[in-house]
């Protein structure tokens, strides 16, 4: 994870990459799918980290049939699930929180950010994002 953020990939990347081998996606296509979620969606919003977990869990558990509301229910659960122990262990979903009120769209908070090193906790929170994913994934099967 750490790798990858130091080539200038976000944590939405990182865990998105790491559920691609499940889902037999092309590593190229994983990092450009989830490319755009990082830093909550480069507005604070919810981490990019958690974001992918979403995508993939989704994958897993999603439909795409009408009137799916037995896997609704199922989705549903696992991405509670998932958000409720990253917020158990990490104190928030929200990557503004987790980067101390600050926010990657704000010109003077991305310089505080940096100059902060408020990013120094994002290797760990992809490791947690990724093992809560393979956790909630173990189940899922092809």
């Known amino acids: 994870y750490e790798m990858l953020e ?40 919810t981490c990019g980290a958690v974001t992918a977990a979403a995508l993939a869990i989704s994958m897993a558990y999603g439909y795409d049939q009408p009137n799916s509301d037995e896997q609704n229910d199922i989705l549903v659960e696992k991405l509670q699930e998932f958000k409720q122990r990253f917020a158990d262990k990490n104190g928030s979903l929200y990557c503004k929180d987790l980067l101390g009120g600050y926010c990657f769209s704000v010109p003077e908070d991305e310089e505080i950010i940096s100059e902060q090193d408020l990013t120094k906790d994002c290797p760990q929170l992809c490791v947690d994002a990724c093992e809560i994913l393979d956790e909630i994934l173990a189940d899922y099967t092809k």
């Open 6 to 45: 130091e080539q200038g990939f976000h944590c939405s990347q990182c865990v998105f990459s790491h559920a691609a081998d499940i889902f037999n996606l092309d590593p190229s296509m994983a990092l450009k799918m989830s490319s755009g979620l990082g830093g909550g969606c480069f507005c604070g919003g």
